[in-house]
């Protein structure tokens, strides 16, 4: 069962539902919003505070890696406490004195509390080398590469259409920051009672 958290660990860092597409590099500042993934309806381009327009090309495609990774780790966080909070589970030990069942009847932050040490540091070492690997392969995003896809298991999609491969990061990036909001809540929910008016009287929360 330890495994079966490590790889749910794993997923979690560097997990990509559909690989974004490569760059080409440029040698001056003229990336745009309009190039990249992402602009879609209502809000196209959404971007009040001008984060576009803080820095050199480079500096917006970190940003666009940052979002990709903090949506794909949010929509697993969201599916997780749902999950966890429907009180589904594995069978078996989490450890040898720690049942799956017994961390079932309780809340989500609970279960994290109620994880060893050990158990705790290697799920966080395996996001780690997830992460480094992430970052070491290939030429580099911010240098016009490949955003970060997944780690474990790899998956190929060069044989899908280009437009529905462009429709599928759209899907993702959309997906990912509504459960960006979606995780945002349940902790306000979790930490301060009342906060989300929708989640009160949960038994999750």
Do not use: C
């Amino acid at each position: 069962m330890k495994i079966a958290a490590l790889l749910l660990a794993l997923a979690g860092s560097a997990a990509a539902f559909v690989p974004a597409a490569q760059k080409s590099v440029k040698t001056s500042l003229a990336l745009s919003l309009d190039e990249m993934d992402g602009g879609t309806a209502p809000l196209k381009n959404f971007d009040p505070l001008g984060y576009a327009t803080v820095g050199s090309d480079e500096t917006l495609r970190w940003f666009r890696a940052a979002e990709l990774k903090h949506a794909r780790v949010a929509m697993l966080a969201t599916t997780g406490y749902i999950v966890q909070g429907a009180g589904i589970h594995f069978p078996g030990q989490l450890s040898s004195d720690i049942s799956f069942e017994s961390l079932s009847s309780m809340k989500p932050f609970e279960q994290w509390d109620a994880v060893p040490d050990s158990g705790k540091a290697q799920i966080l070492f395996t996001i780690f080398i997830a992460e480094v690997i992430s970052e070491a392969k290939g030429d580099h995003y911010t240098k016009g590469g490949d955003y970060p896809t997944i780690v474990f298991p790899p998956v190929d999609f060069s044989g899908v259409n280009p437009d529905t491969l462009a429709t599928k990061r759209a899907r993702e990036l959309n997906n990912g920051r509504l459960a960006m909001i979606a995780i945002m809540s349940f902790i306000a929910a979790n930490n301060i009672p009342g906060s989300v008016p929708a989640l009160v009287g949960n038994p999750a929360f």
